[in-house]
């Protein structure tokens, strides 16, 4: 082990009752440790951190185990996990920040560690929806609600990270907001991908529709080519459409029709068509990037003896319509542009699902 980690792990290990109170807030002190869930902060009493102990060896300050999980280890991976890293460069600086350590000069700064994955890469994806939590009662489902979605059934694909890396680009410092993280998966079911909607926690406005103040508040890592967010298991009928948002407006008034969302017009174009799927339903934005992807994929369905059928916004796109004309007018629309039959499969009438 390197000088600066020995260095950070001390320091860490010094103040390791504010460094779980920190990291940790599910959990409390009981005697000598500090007791939680898990790594991710999941309320319980599994795992617990050494608050007291010597300064080496494995009964020192921070170190950690988990009896349910068999995990272990110390304070910068507690870090790590809890802040969705996967470059120890990061999280050296983030136990620096926390300690308000000064910064060092990285210029000539070794490799110390290796990181868990590639940045980017599907194991990092996989990481960081692991770290993350179930939507109800968090920001996330605040955030979805404001932008008009409650009809929430079928949204594992969606978590809450509430500390969720932001860094603009390489020269700037690593920022921390809470975000909604979504699971692209392949038509198997694995993960080989993640999207991140970083969240303002101040709330919602007409102008950042909930959306944290950053230039860049969505972002994408892993494979996605191909792949998708998954809202239901498709048979032989599904929907496809860009935005996570844009979809899940969709299903406030198909609350039974499975839906993908392929998280780009360029990545719509593209996705693979399940074995079972005979009829597909293209939402629409309604911009030249979207008229583009929806013409590819109507030629691309075609040559794969699949129905594809467009459907249109009135407005921008479909949570514009939600947001604005509402829900009725939504229903309205979409009941005259899907197949008679799938009406009565699809769709509720009356009051939304909840």
């Known amino acids: ?3 600066l980690i020995s260095d950070l792990t001390a320091a860490l290990a010094r103040n390791a009752e504010a460094v779980c109170q920190h990291y940790l807030p599910n959990g409390r002190r009981e005697g000598r440790y500090w007791m939680v869930g898990d790594v991710r902060n999941t309320p319980g009493r599994s795992m617990f951190v050494r608050l007291t102990g010597l300064d080496t060896g494995k009964d020192r300050a921070g170190k950690w185990a988990d009896a349910a999980s068999g995990e272990n280890g110390d304070l910068l991976d507690i870090i790590r996990e809890r802040c969705g890293l996967a470059d120890f460069a990061e999280v050296a600086e983030e136990a620096r920040r926390f300690l308000s350590l000064p910064q060092p000069d990285t210029s000539a ?3 110390l560690r290796p990181s868990s994955g590639p940045t980017g890469s599907p194991r990092a994806a996989r990481r960081l929806f692991a770290m993350a939590q179930p939507i109800t009662g968090t920001l996330v489902e605040t955030y979805l ?12 694909a ?6 969720c890396y932001y860094r603009p680009d390489p020269s700037y410092a690593t920022e921390t907001w809470p975000a909604m993280i979504a699971a692209v998966t392949d038509l198997d079911g694995r993960i080989t991908g993640a999207h991140r909607t970083w969240l303002d926690p101040d709330g919602f406005t007409q102008t950042n529709l909930g959306k944290a103040p950053l230039d860049t508040p969505r972002r994408a890592m892993g494979n996605l080519l191909g792949h998708a967010v998954r809202f239901g298991s498709v048979q032989d009928v599904m929907a496809a459409g860009e935005g996570i948002e844009t979809m899940l407006s969709l299903r406030m008034a198909l609350p039974l029709m499975p839906m993908v969302a392929a998280l780009s017009a360029a990545h719509l174009a593209a996705i693979l068509f399940p074995v079972p799927l005979r009829r597909l339903y293209i939402a629409r934005d309604n911009d030249p990037a979207g008229n583009a992807a929806m013409n590819r994929l109507i030629d691309k369905a075609r040559a794969a003896d699949i129905v594809a059928i467009p459907l249109s916004p009135q407005l921008g796109d479909f949570n514009e319509d939600l947001r604005g004309p509402g829900i009725d007018a939504l229903r309205c629309s979409i009941r005259m542009q899907i197949n008679p039959e799938d009406v009565g499969r699809f769709m509720t009438f009356g009051a939304s699902v909840e």
């Open 1 to 3: 082990m390197t000088r």
């Open 109 to 111: 700064e070794p490799k």
């Open 158 to 163: 969606l978590r809450f990270h509430p500390c």
């Open 145 to 156: 609600h404001n932008r008009g979605i409650t009809a929430l059934q079928e949204t594992g």
